[in-house]
């Protein structure tokens, strides 16, 4: 099963507050296709921080979309939240961006 739009993408007022010398400068450049958009894909930012296929029990970050997870029949809802707690942390240490889950998200799989 796949869970998608999780993460809101960033707004680009927030990108330009990232910390972009954690980020590869082909990474900052091509970015810059998204300024028109006005916001960053959650699914490309997390692509360029390698989040891509990782896995917390039997739930992961889809290799194909940053922004999707995929789980098993019985994934435990705690693999669920550990593997967005993890992603979460992960961009706010290395880039210093507060990624926000989507209402969709919350509303069927928050309490």
Do not use: C
Not at 42 to 70: P, R, T
């Amino acid at each position: 099963m796949t869970i998608q739009n999780i993460f809101n993408d960033i707004p680009w007022p927030e990108w330009d507050k990232i910390d972009k010398a954690r980020l590869k400068k082909e990474d900052v450049d091509s970015a810059e296709e998204f300024r028109e958009k006005g916001a960053i894909p959650a699914a490309w930012l997390m692509a360029q921080m390698g989040l891509l296929g990782y896995k917390i029990g039997s739930a992961s970050v889809s290799e194909d979309d940053g922004n999707s997870f995929i789980i098993g029949e019985n994934t435990a809802k705690d693999h669920i939240f550990q593997l967005l707690s993890y992603i979460k942390q992960q961009i706010r240490d290395r880039i210093s961006v507060q990624m926000n889950e989507t209402a969709e998200f919350k509303a069927q799989y928050m309490p």
